[in-house]
């Protein structure tokens, strides 16, 4: 199976996976799984439904520091009608708070709280693992796993600053979704020809990393994470397929304990990586602000249905596991 992502830019700027529907989508069909317990602990810990809740995390994004300290500004990537319920004046004191408080505490300049949301571990692993290439303990299996610390009283382990359980459940209905997203997960490693490297085998040419997709130039000003992100044809969170929401019900539940789900389920995405980058080539790299790597679809056609049959099945399990989560989380008494 070939696979194919990079991007090195100067910034760390990654784009947002599925994209505000997508996020959406996914705590849609996680608030028709619900337990009743389950719902009114959502209502009484944060005052919003999974669906509601899942952009808040890329919406913060739009804080940045400048003279005058921590400022929002409203993004165009993370457009504004998914963010206008988080843009008032409470609203942007709760996301200035959880920027700042994330900001610098991972062993970067700046921006912690953006590398939360992913982890690049080779595709040719297929399972996450600490210790490859690509994870961290400010990876988003780790960011995943201080937010449930959180919801279950137990202390948050650095490098996170999470304060609440309105806070801990915003950064779950966006993670989840991440977590499902296969080039949040499962990565591509290249040499300047464009060449698949095991960043984790001794020897060999320096591997370079691809930023989820973002350094593939797919032409027209697309990229391949870019790709990844918009959904299918027709899915909208608003009018959920009951399809989709039958499959997650029928979805076999992770009999994992709570803290090891994350790690479960970021396998599982790798393990189906590898089917994202297949029918990708790549060509030897350039440097365009950073190094980026053409690439083209061999059968385009082809390559778009397999994708479209994937995200909707990806998107399906982040919904239910989502739903198993908070299930187990508020089973659990306080």
């Not at 085998?201 to 918009?230: C, F, I, K, V, Y």
Request: proline share 6%; glycine share 10%; with cysteine.
């Amino acid at each position: 199976m070939g696979w194919l992502l990079v991007l090195a830019c100067l910034a760390p700027l990654r784009a947002a996976a599925w994209g505000h529907q997508g996020h959406m989508l996914v705590g849609a069909i996680a608030d028709q799984l619900l337990t009743p317990q389950a719902r009114a602990g959502l209502q009484r810990d944060m005052g919003l439904t999974l669906a509601q809740a899942a952009p808040w995390a890329d919406c913060a994004k739009g804080v940045g520091l400048g003279t005058r300290g921590f400022e929002y500004a409203a993004d165009e990537r993370w457009p504004s009608p998914a963010c206008t319920r988080f843009e008032t004046a409470e609203g942007v004191q709760a996301m200035q708070s959880y920027a700042s408080r994330n900001w610098n505490t991972c062993g970067q300049l700046r921006d912690c709280h953006k590398t939360y949301h992913y982890a690049d571990v080779a595709y040719q692993h297929g399972r996450y693992r600490m210790g490859y290439v690509g994870t961290n303990d400010h990876d988003l299996v780790h960011a995943i796993n201080a937010a449930i610390a959180q919801l279950q009283g137990q202390p948050v382990p650095p490098p996170f600053s999470i304060t609440s359980r309105g806070e801990a459940l915003r950064l779950l209905a966006h993670f989840i979704g991440d977590l499902h997203q296969p080039l949040h997960v499962g990565a591509l490693y290249l040499d300047e020809a464009g060449n698949t490297v095991d960043p984790d085998a001794p020897g060999g040419p320096e591997p370079l990393e691809t930023r989820g997709g973002n350094s593939l130039d797919m032409g027209h000003g697309d990229n391949l994470h870019a790709l990844w992100d918009d959904l299918p044809d027709g899915l909208r969170a608003d009018a959920v397929p009951a399809s989709m929401v039958q499959a997650a019900r029928a979805l076999r539940k992770s009999r994992a304990a709570a803290g090891r789900l994350a790690q479960t389920w970021a396998s599982d995405t790798v393990a189906v990586s590898g089917a994202a980058f297949a029918g990708v080539t790549v060509g030897p790299s350039r440097l365009d602000r950073g190094r980026v790597w053409p690439a083209t679809l061999a059968e385009p056609a082809d390559y778009r249905a397999r994708q479209d049959a994937l995200q909707t099945r990806q998107l399906t399990k982040a919904g239910a596991r989502l739903a198993q989560l908070v299930n187990v989380l508020y089973a659990t008494p306080r």
